[in-house]
């Protein structure tokens, strides 16, 4: 079984305390305790509209919860924006809504921390920089490009993902979190993506792997937390329950 | 056949990297064929003239080139423009001078511009309807302001008119006519200037995001909103400048100034290459789609065509031009 609360507290890099979101009358979150180790990759399991999405965007600042604590690195923090997660390291992965299909890679990559060439007052991008270090960056983690200047749109799902998973690492996220990062892909592809993943924590990343499929987690999974209608069912490290279990917790088939 | 189908998709996957290759070709057809078929097309006041008027209204496309691409439009900019205009003759009439006048009439309507993206951020109704609206409330207060009368500026000389929108001597006097004047120099500046914005800033590159995939351009940390009203504002801004240019030339205005403007704007923007639904386009085509409209008109012109027909030729090459811009796009 897993630690205990304040061990838990302790030993988390990022770790959400009794967390409760209330939408007017309806209860989205109810007391959920949650969290991710460096160096672990994390699945938040739960059915749509279980509350996973709430209990994220409640992290990354875009929710205040009603009540609960966040701590970051054993320190209680509040994260206001999504402005705020990024600059204490959260950096969310979302599908889909990634990056911006008309646009180059590099242009993604850096978008809202593009690199400028000062002249005199005025600042301008310098592409040439970008380019470089895009493909640079991407290659260094095992994504390989044809060119920086290609649009996204012209690429694979699987190729979308990795992108957006590499700007995360590149930008220097100390936890990851990836919403169904897998669950429009080919199985090859899923493939790789999971690969990039183990690679993010083997850089000692902490990484949060929201799906509702629990397939898709299982094989990167270190441990599992399930939420079902808002509430947290429970916490499971690797091997302690099967597939078929969690699958079971998730939906209800069986009480905890 | 295989051969020849990779080869058109790889041509249509590599052409789709420019969005101003349909309205260039489009141009230069219609040029070739205004060459030929129109008489006096190709001469200096000809070319003049579509230059000197294709200027102002290529201000304002600049405006709404880039708002487009952030993915939102201002039907307002013809009401806007009538306004710029009122302000700048009603008090110079009113014997403010010139200097403080003019700032009066870009202050107010760079504000104006301000207003349009402060409703549509914080009502986030499209801006269709929005700028629909405010397009008919301008007007309003133009109208109401105005009355049925011209505002003409009867003083003496203003020097810095001259500037603004005179004679470019150096042109007219190279070709010997009276064609070209220096708002055409104002237009190229601000055009460089508005280029380098788009494509070489910070700013720009959010445009894209933000018309792209505003919740994407969000996750990052562009603030959509800041972007959206600051394209709201240009545009009042280029509005404000091409009133003040327009009227260094003419000295009057009167209620219905600017009155269709904004359907140029967007069917320059559109012929140029500019998506609709924003997110890609270059400023350049959207310029080129405004010369391309104005050889439209100059030329039908010259070949003796009633005046209804160039409406009818805009259609057509509007439609045409998004179904071949399209057909490029999603080459992607």
């Known amino acids: 079984m897993v630690e205990n609360k304040i061990e838990q507290r302790r030993n988390s890099l990022v770790w959400m305390e009794n967390i409760s979101k209330k939408f007017g009358t309806i209860t989205a979150l109810q007391g959920v305790n949650f969290g991710v180790k460096k160096g672990e990759v994390r699945a938040l399991v739960g059915d749509n509209g279980a509350g996973k999405s709430t209990l994220i965007k409640v992290l990354m600042g875009v929710h205040k919860p009603t009540t609960g604590q966040i701590y970051f690195n054993g320190n209680p923090v509040s994260i206001n924006s999504p402005k705020e997660a990024r600059e204490i390291g959260i950096e969310a992965v979302y599908q889909d809504l990634a990056l911006v299909n008309l646009m180059s ?92 993943i183990e690679n993010a924590r083997e850089r000692q990343l902490a990484v949060i792997f929201i799906t509702h499929n629990v397939h898709h987690v299982y094989m990167v999974a270190d441990s599992y937390t399930i939420i079902r209608q808002g509430r947290c069912v429970g916490t499971y490290l690797k091997g302690e329950l099967s597939e078929d279990d969690i699958a079971d917790l998730i939906t209800g088939d069986r009480e905890e | 056949m295989g051969i020849i189908a990779d080869k058109i998709a790889i041509t249509r996957h590599r052409l789709s990297y420019f969005p101003e290759v349909v309205v260039l070709i489009s141009f230069s057809l219609l040029f070739l064929f205004f060459s030929f078929f129109a008489p006096h097309f190709l001469t200096a006041l000809s070319i003049g003239n579509i230059l000197t008027f294709g200027s102002i209204t290529g201000i304002i496309v600049i405006g709404v080139g880039i708002l487009m691409i952030s993915g939102e439009f201002d039907l307002s900019v013809g009401s806007n423009f009538a306004l710029s205009s009122y302000v700048l003759a009603l008090s110079i009439n009113g014997g403010i001078p010139v200097i403080p006048a003019i700032f009066m009439a870009i202050i107010v309507s760079t504000f104006l511009g301000f207003v349009n993206g402060w409703i549509v951020t914080r009502t986030s109704i499209p801006s269709f309807i929005a700028t629909l609206g405010t397009m008919l409330a301008y007007r309003g207060i133009v109208r109401a302001v105005g009355g049925g009368n011209f505002a003409s500026y009867k003083g003496e000389d203003i020097p810095l008119f001259k500037i603004l929108n005179g004679d470019f001597i150096l042109l007219n006097s190279w070709f010997q006519v009276q064609a070209f004047r220096t708002s055409m120099i104002w237009f190229a500046l601000l055009a460089v200037i508005f280029i380098i914005i788009l494509m070489r800033t910070r700013f720009g590159n959010w445009v894209f995001a933000v018309g792209g995939l505003s919740a994407a351009a969000r996750a990052q940390g562009v603030n959509v909103n800041y972007v959206k009203v600051m394209c709201f504002t240009i545009t009042g801004f280029l509005v404000a400048i091409a009133s003040v240019l327009q009227f260094s030339h003419r000295l009057s205005v009167d209620p219905l100034r600017g009155d269709g403007i904004e359907m140029i704007a967007v069917a320059a923007s559109a012929i140029g290459g500019i998506r609709l639904t924003g997110g890609f386009g270059t400023i350049t085509g959207a310029i080129l789609g405004v010369f391309l409209l104005q050889m439209l008109d100059q030329g039908l012109v010259l070949m003796g065509i009633p005046i209804q027909v160039f409406q009818a030729c805009i259609g057509l090459i509007i439609i045409i031009s998004v179904i071949s811009n399209t057909y490029l796009g999603r080459s992607s």
């Open chain 1, 105 to 196: 890679i590099s242009r993604n990559f850096f978008l809202g921390r593009e690199m400028e060439k000062k002249v005199g007052p005025m600042g301008f991008l310098d592409i040439k920089a970008m380019d470089t270090i895009c493909r640079k960056s991407l290659h260094e983690i095992g994504i390989e490009i044809r060119s920086a200047a290609e649009r996204v749109g012209s690429l694979s799902g699987g190729e979308r993902q990795s992108i957006a998973i590499g700007r995360g690492v590149y930008f220097g996220a100390k936890v990851l979190i990836l919403d169904e990062p897998t669950s429009a892909l080919s199985v090859a592809e899923t493939r790789k993506v999971l690969s990039y």
